[in-house]
């Protein structure tokens, strides 16, 4: 089920003088052309972003050291994903870097470094995310692919004697 989200028209008019034309002259549709059209490009900033950052955890966990505060530079990025995610709608994307993240912050202060599978795999996923362009709720998918990244993550642990994040 599509579910359209009609701006109240003020806040299209607002818009609309954003783009340089005269909110009194434009019409609810052109104003709404108008927003679509700005959304469309915020996505596509957030979305080029995102590949960025993506890329800099691919780079960043090639010489990942063990995370011994909340400044390292790995933990932060991962963070950085998470967040931009859940402001452009991709919860899919959030969700697999909050995972990664609570695996990091897990790992925090054992003197161990993060397990390159565990790593490796959210990183795929987060690339595969973007690849598809997974806005919006999570699908059955989605909420598979996390499952499984979070029982990787949790026998890492395990394994390295680490508890748990939490939640």
Known sequence: MNVVITPPKQTL????????????????????????????ERFDEARAELARLVAEVRESAA????????????????RQIADTGGTFGHH???RVGRSLEGYLMALMGTGRRPEATVVTLHIEA?????GLD??????????????????????????????????
């Open 126 to 130: 987060l690339g595969m995310l973007l």
């Open 13 to 40: 008019k607002q818009k609309a003088k954003v783009k340089g034309r005269s909110g009194a002259g434009v019409s609810r549709e052109e104003a709404i052309e108008l927003g679509d059209a700005m959304l469309a």
């Open 92 to 94: 899919a994307m959030t």
């Open 134 to 167: 997974a806005r919006g709720a999570l699908g059955d998918g989605e909420i598979q692919l996390l499952d499984g990244l979070r029982k990787v993550a949790a026998k890492a642990l395990a394994q390295a004697g680490a508890a748990p994040p939490a939640g």
């Open 63 to 78: 010489a990942a050291q063990p995370v011994a505060d909340d400044r390292d530079p790995l933990l932060k990025l991962t």
